[in-house]
């Protein structure tokens, strides 16, 4: 038997100071979960129910600091955004993880964009269609080295930042995410049956904004590996 096509692989990610890697399966998004990044977009920060989306795996552009990787301005959009993000990768997944449980579920953590074309996105928004083509694009996933949860710890709080030529743009602290990462889990463990390997961003804070070509962004979360992206 053998395979009729030659489809790509998914990514592995390295990770931080070893010959490893993180080998990438699914990447779920939560919405809105920065009081002032939902107030900048409109909405109430009020702890309703998180919801999510999916950006596609080949999504995923490897771009470590200090060299990173060039973003090709993506095609179909004058508007593309930057969201810097914590990405938690997972172990091992399961159905119903309670939220005691949920950390003993995580490998570990890298800093990623959630790249946005926010003109198709909010032409979706607007006709009650889905995020896809605003979200999961060619290279609207940008990822820096994994780090395990051994060295990282649990990342409740920390500094998170992204700077645009230099100059600092969205700027938060990951204790102000309105669903932590345990909760997280627990919910969208209750949606799908989470496997190894899925990673999760869990959302940005606010100050995101267009990019141009030229631009360069770099991505910091405290005690992680920072990224760096070009766009060309
Ligand atoms: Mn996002």
């Known amino acids: 038997m053998a395979h009729v096509v030659n489809s790509p692989d998914r990514l592995s990610i390295p990770v931080a100071g070893t010959e490893d890697t993180f080998p990438a399966h699914r990447i779920f998004c939560v919405g809105r979960n920065y009081a002032d990044h939902a107030r900048e977009m409109g909405h109430d920060p009020d702890r309703e129910d998180p919801f999510f989306f999916e950006k ?3 999504a ?3 771009a470590p600091a200090p060299d990173g990787a060039n973003l090709p301005y993506p095609q179909q959009t004058s508007d593309v955004h930057h969201e810097i993000e914590l990405v938690v990768g997972l172990s091992k997944g399961g159905n119903d993880i309670s939220i005691e449980n949920a ?3 995580v490998w570990g953590y890298a800093v990623g964009l959630d790249m946005t074309r926010r003109d198709l996105q909010g032409v ?3 006709a009650g269609r889905p995020w896809e083509v605003g979200k999961s694009f060619d290279h609207a996933g940008p990822i820096g080295m994994f ?3 051994a060295e990282a710890g649990h990342m ?3 500094h998170i930042r992204l700077d645009v030529n230099g100059e600092t743009r969205q700027d938060g602290n990951l204790n102000e995410l309105i669903w932590k990462i345990p909760e997280i889990i627990n919910y969208l463990s209750k949606l799908f049956t989470l496997q190894a390997g899925d990673l999760i961003m869990t959302g940005t ?3 995101v904004g267009p990019v ?3 631009d360069v962004l770099e991505g910091h979360v405290e005690g992680l590996s920072s990224i760096r992206v070009t766009v060309t």
Request: hydrophobic content about 25%; aromatic content about 8%.
């Open 56 to 58: 596609h795996t080949s």
């Open 60 to 62: 995923l552009m490897f």
């Open 103 to 105: 950390y003993d579920h």
């Open 124 to 126: 979706a928004k607007k």
């Open 147 to 149: 780090h395990p949860i």
């Open 156 to 158: 409740s709080e920390g």
């Open 205 to 207: 804070p606010a100050g």
């Open 212 to 214: 141009k070509k030229g």
